[in-house]
C-alpha cells in the first residue's frame, strides 16, 4: 500500500514562500504522475499542480502559474511544491496525491492514493 505523509505547511506572511514536501512510501515507487491539491475552508478541493515521472512535463493551475513550482526527486521517493510570493487566498490545506498512470491529471479522481494533507496559512 502506498502512504503519502505531507510536510512543510505553516504560517507565513503574504509576499512570503513556503516549500512543501510529500514523501512516499510503501509500494514501488513506478513511473506514476504525481499531484498537488488543496482546499480551502468551505470550498471544495482544487487542483494545483502536478509532474510526470520523468518530471519533463508539469502543469499548474492558473491561480498559481508563475508562483509555484513542482518537482520531484525519484531516488528520494519525494515530490516538492515550492511555494513564492503567497496570497491570503493560497490559505488552504495542502493534499499530495498519486496516481498509476503516467500522463499529467488535473481531476482528483485520476489519483488513487492521498496523504493526510498539510495547513498552509497566509496572513495579510
Known amino acids: 500500500q502506498v502512504q503519502l505523509v505531507e510536510s512543510g505547511g505553516g504560517l507565513v506572511q503574504a509576499g512570503g514562500s513556503l516549500r512543501l514536501s510529500c514523501a512516499r512510501s510503501?509500494?514501488?515507487?513506478?513511473?506514476?504522475?504525481m499531484g498537488w491539491f488543496r482546499q480551502a475552508p468551505g470550498k471544495e478541493r482544487e487542483f494545483v499542480a502536478c509532474?510526470?515521472?520523468?518530471?519533463?512535463?508539469?502543469n499548474y493551475a492558473d491561480s498559481v502559474k508563475g508562483r509555484f513550482t513542482i518537482s520531484r526527486d525519484n531516488a528520494k521517493n519525494t515530490v516538492y511544491l515550492e511555494m513564492n510570493s503567497l496570497k491570503p487566498e493560497d490559505t488552504a490545506v495542502y493534499y499530495c496525491?498519486?496516481?498509476?498512470?503516467?500522463?499529467?491529471?488535473?481531476?482528483?479522481?485520476?489519483?488513487?492514493?492521498w496523504g493526510q494533507g498539510t495547513q498552509v496559512t497566509v496572513s495579510s
Open positions: 509532474i510526470t515521472w520523468s518530471g519533463s512535463s508539469t
Open positions: 496525491a498519486s496516481r498509476l498512470g503516467i500522463g499529467i491529471a488535473t481531476a482528483q479522481e485520476m489519483y488513487s492514493n
Open positions: 510503501g509500494r514501488t515507487w513506478g513511473n506514476g504522475a
